[in-house]
Each structure stands twice: as structure tokens, then as C-alpha cells.
């Protein structure tokens, strides 16, 4: 890979916002290197070039006037004597990372879904030998900052509960739900498992050199060493409202579920859900309280059909669907251990009642019979509005099931299965 | 309306369980007073008539061998003996009630809608002067027995914030959410509104003339003098599962909108649902916690997409439409006093941000502004990322909002809205 391609996109990174429109149609339309030679001002740009961009903006519904180019360029020229591409590629190297760019075959094809606005780039800090996982085993955890006990309990078990099976959480390192995710999932990685996956991935709407929010530095710092941690903004870059939201779409790129699991009637975990469900990806919200002003998104969510109800780590990975990938044997123990999530824990406590699964006759039969006294044929075929023939074969059925019990030669009365 | 009518409807309805097809296909077949006199074995049985109610079961979906009448024949004998229309149509009358039939022009035309399945006939207590309710002011709230204190107290909400709106209540006359949701309403019907409407209807299992279950008998009580008592079962009649089962097709029927608010991952609460969603009627399911057994039936009706999610009574009347009807005065004030349900309160709690409804370039402006130092407008258009003229702009906007502030020729920093 060349690295002139590598110092491009490096600048290229500095020098536009994320998700520019205007300089990725011109990167699309004359590659990084000639693209960072326009937008520095160091060559010409051609009326062809000019028209292809244009073409590009329009094909993709951004307004693409003629002039967007010539926005642009006033636009990127007041950065131009910040650029250091070469400082960048070095500081992300010290701290044991590296730049990923689309050339690279480690690239995630997943981002490719966000078509244009794909980032140019990926500063990367962790465990990135073998690529990016696989987008089908890697779900979204996001939500509140200012998080309820309830929120962090359900982040907690659906996490680790994910870990165990093999995904990797993707979020976003922020305090709240976000942390509470990445942490439940580095801790659900056991010693064996180590190094055959990435439990965690922290996408940072700052540089990656920075541990930011400041109190999550110790965990931030403990998933670039164990998972992965990264940013399409060069390192230096302070994160801002217009970079969270842009963090946002990728984080629902990188996954086949986008959970959101507290967050309140108007809130940025909202967004990244809107963002999974403009590329497809399926949405899942956890319900809580109507009375938590930190469920009324999810339940928004719930209400106009943008996500599915999900209650544990189970229906979850359901939304994911199967995986095809291998399952390392530890995780594979974990999981089937761990099957006891809230959800199918509330549906376990539900017994079987001596009525399942009876036809109708015999349930009209068995609620007809007394439980305290004896009954005739005739008396139950009147009271439970059956044939006395169908008394007769009916009894017979339930008396198998330990349900009717025989009191004499014409008595009746109910059993217990 | 002839009197041989409600004796017939009256005879058939002990004749017959509810739902029993074969018995209904006859009297569609054969009218009301020929029905009986074939059920109960007064009158041979043509050919041309086994035919047409063969025809009709097959038409319906259900297997209509030629020997269905015959099978019927053999299930309604044992119960000849104890037809008595006379004594059931006094005791109704003697307890302020009376039997209404399909004939009668205030039979509900929403009951139509279970075709083959409608009741022969309904046993009622109480303000029938009127009729019943338009479905489309009905509500029918559902949910367990064993509710907890949260599935009260939001059944509480929404019943009163229906009954205020001039909604009518719905529910089973049950422990638990179902006796909550007809307490809170007769509780919101104010004195002045008293007679103007109906606020709640029990749908009995068993006959109207018993308050079953016991603990409830204040309460039913109470809606057989201010609301309605109904029931497809004659005085007398014990509540057997079936009839249970049966007697939700009625409460679902009867409503616009069914709200389960409660309910296990298996209750009969869900299969008052699964009767609403047949007829093509809303339902809506309330979220709770994830760790709540009581809320894994509603978060399964959420996640299979049987129901809509729904927080507040306003939320509940928007899935039933909009109110055609007049609403009487008292009512709309108390609705007006009483729009803050749970759901609206979290989102009131949601207060406007700085940065709301800023366009992009101001909203990357803003970040850039530093709180406690001044900038100038070069250093500005380089954080931002934005043209020279573009921050001028800018500045002058955000200066209008209050979110920037002028610290001389050429500095800025910024402000609080």
C-alpha cells in the first residue's frame, strides 16, 4: 500500500469534517493524492473535474451546484497550514496504532454501506491484526449518559451476554450505558478466549489519542489495549457535537443491530438508531418504565415501528442472525450457560397448568368436572354441554393424563397432573 | 320486538356454549325459534337444512361434515331438561337488567364484526337506556390478576385519563389490572357528567346475575348501577375456562382499541389480543421491565409486532381515532387539566438545547467558540472548518440568538441562549 495514499487520506482527514459531502465527492471523483493537491490549493481543478464532482454531489441527492467546489475550497483553505499528515501517521504509530484506510483488504466492507459518506479513514488504536470483526457479529449498545440503575443493570447483562456468544459490542465511550457496554464486555471475555476476539469496540468522536470523557480514561485506555478503539478525525481533534453525530453513523455501520437501550424522548443514542435503519441494519429497543423519562426514546422507537422489542442477549443475537462464523469452544460453554437472561428467565417461570394443550371437548370435560365431589356421565355431559358418548371417551382421555379419577362404577372427579 | 325472540335467544343460550358453532350456523340457518325447536328435539331436522348448515360452517372455515348437526344434536340433549327462558328472563328483569338480542335496534353493530361467532344474545345490568357505547369511544384495558404495584398504577392513569376523555372502559371485572381499570373509571366520571355517559362495561364469564369473584362483588356492584354488566351466559352460569376464553372475543369486539398493560408470557390477556387483532382492531401493549415477569406477555406482543406501544392515555386514544361523537363539556375540561400522562411528562422534561434548530454550519460554528477566551475569526474558520465569510455570517447569526458574543474588533466567544 502506498504511502503516499496513507499521507493523503491522513490530511485529507484533517482538513474535512466528517461526513464533508462536497470533499469526498472529490476524492471519489479524482482519488486522495490529486484531491489533497485541489484542496490544498497546490493545482488547478479542472472544469471536468468540476462537472464529475458535481455529478457525483447530484447522483447522491446533495445539492450539487456548480459553485459547491468553489465552497469548498474557501471552506478547507483556513486549515491548510494546520496540516502534518506525517506528525499524524507518526503519533498514532507511538501509541501502538495505525492509520486504516479503504485501500487496506482489512478495510470493514460493512462501511461501505454509508456509500459517499464512508469515512475516508480509520485511526485505529488495539488488537487490529486480524481486521475488523465481521459486521454479522458485531451489535451496537448505546444509549443515556446520565443512565438509570435499570439501564446500566439490562446494558450489563446484554452485553457480557453477547460477549459470551461471540459478538463484539461496538459503542461509543461515553459514561452511561456506553461505558457500562464496553466494560460488561471486556469482562465477559474470558483469559482462554483472549485473542480470539474482539470483545469490545469504543468509536470516538475525538482523536484517538485522547481518552475522552476524561473519567472513562482508565477504560478507554483498557479497550485499546484489549479491543479496539478508533476515529475517523486525526489525532489532536476535540470532539465535537457535529462529530458525535457523525461518530454516530458509523458505529451503526459496523453492526447488524443497533440497540438502544435507555435513552430519553430526545437524545444522540436516537440518532445512531436512525442512522442503522437509513442502511438497513435492524434496531432494537429495550423497554422500561413509562414513568423513566430514560425509556420514553426506546419506547418512541417501539411506538413508530423503527425498532424491535428486545428484552435479553438471546433476542438480541436473534436480530443479528445465525452466525456463520466459527464460535470459539469457551464462548460456545459461556453461552449456552448464560441462556438465563431476564427475558427467558421471566419466561421460565411460567409452569405448565393442567389445561395445556387439551381439545376443546376435554377442556369443556375437565372444568365440568368437581374437584371436591363426585359426578354421573349424565350430569357432565349437561354441565359441560357435551354428548354423553363424548362424556364417555372424553373421560377416558383425561383419565390417561391423570386428570379424571374414577370414584365408582358412574362417579367422576378431578385429578391433579 | 317479539317476545317468542328473547325466549328462543334466551332458551339457546343455555343450550349452547358460546362460540358453539354448529348451534349458531342453525340459527343462522333456521332462525332463532325454529333452532330451537330442532336443538331441542320438537321438530325433525330436514335434509335441505343439514345442507344449508353444512354450507355455512364450510363457509366460516369450520369442518362442516354433514354429521355436524348431528353431533350437536347429541351435545345439546342432556341440557333440554334445564331449559328455563321464563325464569332467566325474570331474574334478569327482577336485577334492573334485561336480555338484548341482535333484533333490538341498540344491539352494538360492532359485534357483526365476529361474524358466525357474534352472541346469540347479552345478558345486561345496568344503563342500557342508550345503548352501548360507539366502538369507536371504547377502550378495553386488559392485563394479569396478580398485577404489581406498577401495572396499577399506570392501569390507573389510563383508565382515568380515557374516562375524562369521554372514553368508555373495557375490562373483564378480574383481580388485578382488570378491576383497577373499571375502578379508575368510575372514579373519573364526575358528578356533573353522571348520565351522560357510560365510563365502564365488565364482560362477565359467568352469568350477570353473580359477582364473581367474590372480592370483587362491591365493585361489580357498583358497574351494574353506574356502568354495564354483560354476559353471552344466562343467570346462573358458572365461569369455565372456555367461557373465559370466549368472553374475550366479546371484550375485544366491543372496543376500538385493546391495551394489554400487563401480562405473562402466557395470560389470557393475550388472547383477548390475539381476538382484537383478528377482528382487525388496534391493540396496544404497555412496556415495563425487562426483569418483570408480568411485562414478558406485552413485551412479546411489542416484539412480534402484534401491538403498538403505548405510555399514556393519549397515546391509547390516538389508536382509537378520533373522536366523532360530541364530548361533553365537563369532560374536555378535565381532559385539557389531565394531558400530563406519564409518557407526556418524559418528554416535558426534555428541555430545549442550545444548539436546537441550528443549520450545520452554525452548529459547527458554536462548538468552535470558546467559552472562556476570546478567538478571532481566522483561528475560527480553521477549527470550524469553514470559510472566512462563512464564520462572518456565522457570527452575525448566532450573535442575533444570543450564542455569540463580541469581545472587540475582532474577538469572539460564546454565549448562552
Not at 496513507?6 to 462536497?22: H, I
Not at 460477549?163 to 482462554?192: F, M, W
Not at 489519542?209 to 483498557?222: C, K, S, V
Not at 424522548?265 to 418504565?289: I, K, M, Q
Request: hydrophobic share 45%.
Amino acid at each position: 500500500m502506498s504511502v503516499d495514499l496513507l499521507r493523503a487520506r491522513a490530511a485529507l482527514s484533517r482538513l474535512f469534517e466528517p461526513s464533508d459531502m462536497v470533499g469526498l465527492a472529490l476524492v471519489s471523483a479524482a482519488g486522495p493524492e490529486q484531491a489533497l493537491q485541489i484542496a490544498t490549493g497546490g493545482r488547478q481543478v479542472s472544469s471536468a473535474l468540476i462537472h464529475k464532482t458535481a455529478g457525483i454531489l447530484t447522483s447522491v441527492g446533495v445539492a450539487g451546484k456548480g459553485y459547491a467546489l468553489a465552497e469548498g475550497l474557501k471552506r478547507w483553505r483556513p486549515r491548510v497550514a494546520d496540516l502534518a499528515p506525517d506528525r499524524d501517521l507518526e503519533t498514532i504509530r507511538r501509541l501502538g496504532g495505525e492509520l486504516l484506510i479503504p485501500e487496506d483488504p482489512r478495510w470493514p466492507e460493512a462501511l461501505s454501506h454509508l456509500e459517499l459518506g464512508m469515512p475516508l479513514c480509520l485511526w485505529v488504536r488495539g488488537q487490529l491484526a486480524g481486521g475488523l470483526p465481521d459486521m454479522k457479529r458485531t451489535v451496537a449498545l448505546v444509549g443515556s449518559r446520565d443512565a438509570t440503575g435499570y439501564g446500566l443493570s439490562i446494558t450489563g447483562d446484554l452485553s457480557a451476554g453477547l460477549a459470551s456468544r461471540g459478538y463484539t459490542v461496538v459503542s461509543g465511550g461515553a459514561y452511561g450505558i456506553d461505558a457500562q457496554a464496553h466494560r460488561a464486555a471486556l469482562a465477559a471475555t474470558l483469559p482462554e478466549a483472549a485473542g480470539s476476539g474482539i470483545s469490545t469496540i469504543a468509536v470516538m468522536a475525538c482523536g484517538a489519542d485522547r481518552f475522552y470523557p476524561a473519567g472513562n480514561e482508565d477504560l478507554l485506555r483498557a479497550i485499546a489495549e484489549h479491543g479496539l478503539l478508533l476515529s475517523e478525525v486525526p489525532p489532536g481533534s476535540a470532539p465535537t457535537r457535529w462529530r458525535f453525530l457523525q461518530r454516530n453513523r458509523i458505529i451503526a455501520a459496523l453492526s447488524a443491530v443497533t440497540v438502544v437501550v435507555e435513552a430519553r424522548w430526545r437524545s444522540g443514542a436516537l440518532n445512531t438508531a436512525h442512522h442503522a435503519a437509513e442502511l438497513g441494519r435492524e434496531v432494537g429497543a429495550v423497554p422500561g418504565s413509562v414513568y423513566s423519562a430514560n425509556s420514553a426514546g426506546c419506547h418512541r422507537l417501539l411506538r413508530d415501528g423503527s425498532a424491535v422489542c428486545v428484552t435479553d442477549a438471546q433476542e438480541v443475537a436473534e436480530l443479528a442472525g445465525p452466525l456463520t462464523q466459527e464460535v470459539p469452544e469457551v464462548a460456545q460453554a459461556v453461552e449456552s450457560a448464560s441462556q438465563s437472561g431476564p427475558g427467558s428467565a421471566a419466561r421460565a417461570r411460567e409452569k405448565r397448568s393442567d389445561h395445556d394443550g387439551l381439545a376443546v371437548e376435554d377442556l369443556l370435560l375437565l372444568d365440568a368436572l368437581p374437584v371436591r365431589s363426585d359426578t354421573s356421565i349424565d350430569k357432565l355431559a349437561s354441565v359441560a354441554g357435551l354428548p354423553v358418548a363424548g362424556v364417555r371417551a372424553g373421560l377416558a382421555r383425561l383419565e390417561l393424563e391423570g386428570l379424571a379419577i374414577r370414584a365408582g362404577p358412574d362417579g367422576w372427579r378431578r385429578g391433579k397432573r
